[in-house]
């Protein structure tokens, strides 16, 4: 197992060079968002600080290719401001595809991204999770990613 997180940690490293790491929102109204990886391969997820325009990019999460059970990881994200998610599906050295949207967080709830495919279609499905059964969220919108580097300061989404 750790052989395995030393691999992502380098993949990760090489991929996405000096790209920082998310901070929870220490805001006591957060919403909650896990990020479920339902797929064997190897996944780049993004948030940004500015999701309207996806500036500020920052890594949330990402798996090295595994084989059996869904992995999760659950982060604090502030309420009432357009949140944008991207995932970067990674085949050999290559990204094979991406999948953009953005939501609208309400304060205090819970949220599931859902990520399974790969090669070549990958999928992202925002949930709202209140205690009933997962249901897509409302307020999610497609996003185009347009995005080639790494640089934080100009719009990567349309």
């Not at 495919?117 to 059964?133: H, N, Q, S």
């Amino acid at each position: 197992m750790r052989l395995r997180h030393a691999l992502l940690g380098a993949v990760l490293l090489a991929l996405t060079g000096c790209v920082k790491n998310w901070v929870n929102s220490t805001r006591e109204d957060a919403a909650t968002l896990a990020i479920v990886f339902e797929t064997e391969h190897t996944v780049l997820v993004s948030g940004f600080g500015d999701g309207r325009d996806c500036r500020n990019r920052a890594i949330l999460a990402g798996q090295a290719r595994q084989e059996g059970r869904a992995a999760r990881s659950e982060f604090k994200i502030p309420p009432a401001e357009e949140f944008t998610v991207l995932a970067q599906f990674v085949v050999g050295r290559s990204w094979s595809c991406n999948t953009a949207a953005s939501f609208m967080p309400k304060p205090r709830a819970s949220y599931a991204v859902v990520l399974h495919g790969g090669v070549p279609v990958c999928d992202m499905k925002i949930l709202r999770e209140d205690g009933r059964a997962p249901a897509p969220e409302p307020s999610v919108r497609k996003r185009e990613w347009k995005g080639t580097g790494w640089a934080s300061s100009e719009a990567q989404c349309r």
